[in-house]
């Protein structure tokens, strides 16, 4: 069971280091460099990249919640009862944001954006269209955050475990 709980705080934390480094470095970095060459669709090539990574970000984060949910049971006899709650808590937290991150918010505004012909960046900001779409966007960020911040915590309480016996830390 030590391997385990091992794999589980090293699948978490490499979740944790993508969605933080996604939010931090790639997507300002991709409008920052794209905007920087002035071009006409810079916003929507960029756009297309944070697209992309943002699905690989939020799918995975949900299929790793899942699975540290059902292994979390796996591991509940090392675990006290609060400590264990708290847990699994926090990872239905990261399953329902990045789940609704992904097959909600992206996907209706992956719906707006095929409805809409023109570059986001050319509508004008009180057109409801480009509201609607920055209000999604808005959300899509609170999502990954809250995201973030629970996996943040769960892996905390994941990596104080203590034995039942009171033995002392792995």
């Known amino acids: 069971m030590f391997t385990l709980y091992n794999i589980r705080l090293l699948l978490l934390a490499s979740w944790l ?9 790639v997507a300002p970095s991709a409008f920052g460099v794209l905007r920087g060459f002035s071009l006409i669709n810079a916003g929507e090539i960029a756009a297309a990249i944070v697209n992309r990574t943002l699905s690989a970000v939020n799918t995975s984060g949900f299929l790793l919640s899942v699975l540290l949910l059902i292994t979390a049971f796996l591991l509940k006899e090392s675990y006290g009862q609060r400590v264990f709650i708290l847990q699994i808590v926090l990872l239905v937290i990261v399953a ?3 789940g609704a991150g992904e097959w909600v918010i992206a996907a209706k505004m992956r719906g707006l954006r095929g409805a809409i012909r023109t570059p986001i960046d050319q509508i004008p900001a009180g057109d409801p269209s480009r509201v609607a779409f920055d209000a999604l966007h808005g959300y ?7 995201a973030i ?3 943040l915590v769960g892996f905390f309480v994941m990596a104080n475990r203590r034995k039942r016996d009171g033995e002392s830390r792995y």
């Open 17 to 25: 280091g993508a969605a933080i480094f996604f939010s931090a470095a």
């Open 96 to 98: 329902v944001t990045t």
């Open 140 to 146: 899509s960020v609170t999502a990954l955050s809250i």
């Open 149 to 151: 911040i629970a996996g």
